[in-house]
């Protein structure tokens, strides 16, 4: 079964630096697609970035952006010029490319908080 | 992306009673999932809700404590049943359309067992 593991349980970061987020995952699967969600205190769970394994080139949306390493399974988020409305649950998450059994389910690490400080 | 609404927002229950929650998106979709947030913790799926048919259910998840309802393509309810206090969590609907590979989330209701 596939895990995935956010080391970092709180994270912090002034306002306007440079913050990176850290995933790990365990697959044995060749395609696959990861993602990163945000949940705010209003609890709604917001797609931030998502990266299909297949592809190479970093994943990047606007300030954020990911360090994808298929080899190391590693898949970490950098938010740049970071904002007081990025405080939130980050988490990291492992889906499947191949439909088991109806199973598309979308595996989560245990999450990331993070604090911006103005 | 798909824009998702949940009824109610947030409830608290008496143990022994039964809570159905809904889930409603604004565009038709292929697949509708429901997860369960336990305090302090991260997401699990509970069940993929199949439109016409019995929903699929993760391993620890049973259909007479979470029975599922997809009448149709942009429709789904949870109900949480016979509650403890143990059921105390927030329940979220996902939905991923046909052209996406991305799974997008309803607000969530927030459910306290007494």
């Known amino acids: ?118 | 992306s798909a824009v998702i609404s949940q009824k109610p927002s947030r409830d608290i229950c008496q143990r022994g009673t039964s809570l159905t929650i809904q889930c409603q998106v604004d565009s038709q979709v292929t697949m509708m999932f429901w997860y369960r947030q336990q305090p302090g913790q991260s997401l699990t799926l509970i069940a993929t809700a199949n439109q016409g048919s019995e929903a699929t259910y993760e391993s620890g998840f049973v259909i007479d404590k979470f029975p599922i309802s997809r009448p149709n393509l942009t429709f789904s309810t949870l109900t949480v049943s016979n509650m403890s206090p143990e059921d105390s969590s927030i329940y979220l609907c996902s939905a991923r359309g046909r052209m996406t590979d991305t799974q997008y989330f309803g607000p969530g209701t927030r459910l306290t067992v007494l």
Do not use: H
């Open chain 1, 1 to 118: 079964a596939q895990t995935v593991t956010q080391s970092q349980p709180e994270m912090s970061v002034q306002e306007a630096e440079t913050v990176t987020l850290s995933c790990t995952y365990d697959t044995s699967e060749s395609d696959y697609y990861l993602f990163w969600y945000k949940q705010p205190p209003s609890r709604q769970m917001i797609l931030v970035i998502r990266q299909e394994a297949y592809k190479q080139q970093n994943a990047t949306e606007n300030r954020f952006s990911v360090n994808f390493q298929k080899a190391a399974k590693s898949f970490s988020l950098k938010i740049s010029d970071s904002q007081l409305g990025d405080a939130a649950m980050y988490f990291c998450a492992y889906r499947t490319s191949y439909v088991q059994g109806g199973s598309e389910k979308l595996v989560f690490g245990k999450g990331t908080k993070l604090t911006v400080n103005p």
